[in-house]
């Protein structure tokens, strides 16, 4: 039905930078909003950022004026620079996308995650 597709985790040093991106495809009239979510062991899934299909954005404290995060309506693509890395950024970073199908059925979607590391 509907797939989102990420790329570019890996490791990273401190102070270093990733740029993450999560494309959607398949059964798609639109998407409403966009967002990155992330996931460390032993936590809860923790909002980080989001995108509205006009491109408003909110973001989570815990990353304000460290990430942005950007879409491209055309490409159906999301995506989270992610500058100033941190030890504790270290988690799987997951994309969420609001899809509405053509048949008029809205559902929530989810990547498949991604593991960023940064460590020295």
């Known amino acids: 039905q509907v797939q989102l597709q990420e790329s570019g985790g890996g490791l990273a040093q401190p102070g270093g930078s990733l740029r993450l991106s999560c494309a959607a495809s398949?059964?798609?009239?639109?998407?409403?909003?966009m967002g990155w979510y992330r996931q460390a062991p032993g936590r809860q899934r923790e909002l980080l950022a989001t995108?509205?299909?006009?491109?408003?954005?909110n973001y989570a404290d815990i990353v304000k004026g460290r990430f942005t995060i950007s879409r491209d309506n055309a490409k159906n693509t999301v995506y989270l620079q992610m500058n100033s890395l941190k030890p504790e950024d270290t988690a799987v970073y997951y994309c969420n996308a609001d899809v509405r199908s053509r048949i008029g059925q809205r559902y929530d979607y989810w990547g498949q995650g991604t593991q960023v590391t940064v460590s020295s």
């Open positions: 995108i509205t299909s006009a491109g408003r954005t």
């Open positions: 398949g059964s798609i009239f639109s998407i409403d909003a």
